[in-house]
């Protein structure tokens, strides 16, 4: 990677380095469960902070902070909020009814079933999410990843003002393409961009669903973008 690119990953990872430090060490666990003293804070979240090894929560019914220097993060029941970040791991979270924030240095991010607003972004990984439930009040989704293919599942009623970016480089080992079931606008630059480091061309889709609520913005380099509706 050339010097705009390598600037692009440092910057990144220094604040996601930051987010790490920032968050209060009140517990670890290995298990399905919480079992150790001080994992749950007085508001009740389930607050979590490691210099290595994998987190595994089964249920946070106040929300959960959950950060590890190194190891996969599962959290399997979430309600208030979901802020997680690993350094080198996975993260997966099964059902979550409030917001979501993940963020992981090298690993994929899966979320099963999801009732909020997410952002997720991953620097070596595929990113998948799947939005349920109504859509009565804005829910806004951001999916990132700078290596991996990156799919969305929404509801066939989510109204959504959608832009995606797709970015590919001169040495990529094959074609990718956005793939979407709601017909949305693609264009893709005839020109390579020499702006970010290696040369890249762009694939980009915009579009509108209904009265365009709810704001999705998915990005990713050298991977697919899938977009569909159940």
Same mark, same amino acid.
Do not use: C, F, K, Y
């Given at each position: 990677m050339q010097r705009a690119g390598a600037a692009s990953l440092i910057l990144i990872a220094g604040a996601i380095?930051?987010? /790490?430090?920032g968050c209060r060490h009140t517990g670890y666990t290995n298990d399905s469960t919480i079992t150790e003293p001080g994992a749950t804070s007085d508001s009740g979240e389930v607050s979590i902070s490691k210099m290595g090894g994998g987190i595994d929560v089964r249920d946070a019914p106040h929300g959960a902070n959950l950060a590890t220097m190194g190891g996969d993060i599962h959290l399997r029941n979430v309600a208030s909020f979901a802020k997680v970040k690993t350094m080198g791991g996975s993260i997966a979270i099964d059902h979550a009814t409030g917001s979501i924030d993940a963020a992981t240095m090298g690993g994929e991010i899966t979320i099963g079933q999801a009732n909020g607003a997410i952002k997720?972004?991953?620097?070596?990984?595929?990113?998948r999410a799947h939005m349920v439930g109504t859509s009565s009040e804005r829910r806004d989704v951001e999916l990132t990843s700078y290596g991996g293919t990156v799919t969305l599942t929404l509801p066939k009623d989510f109204p959504m003002d959608v832009r995606i970016t797709l970015a590919y480089t001169k040495t990529a080992p094959r074609a990718y393409?956005?793939?979407?079931?709601?017909? /949305?606008?693609?264009?893709?630059?005839? +020109?390579?961009?020499m702006s970010d480091g290696m040369p890249r061309k762009y694939i980009r889709a915009a579009g509108r669903v209904g009265s365009g609520l709810n704001h999705v913005v998915i990005k990713?380099?050298?991977? +697919?973008?899938? /977009?569909k509706q159940e």
């Open positions: 380095a930051a987010g /790490l430090s997720a972004t991953s620097m070596g990984g595929d990113v393409e956005i793939i979407d079931h709601v017909g /949305l606008e693609q264009r893709e630059s005839p +020109d390579w961009d990713t380099t050298n991977g +697919d973008v899938i /977009l």
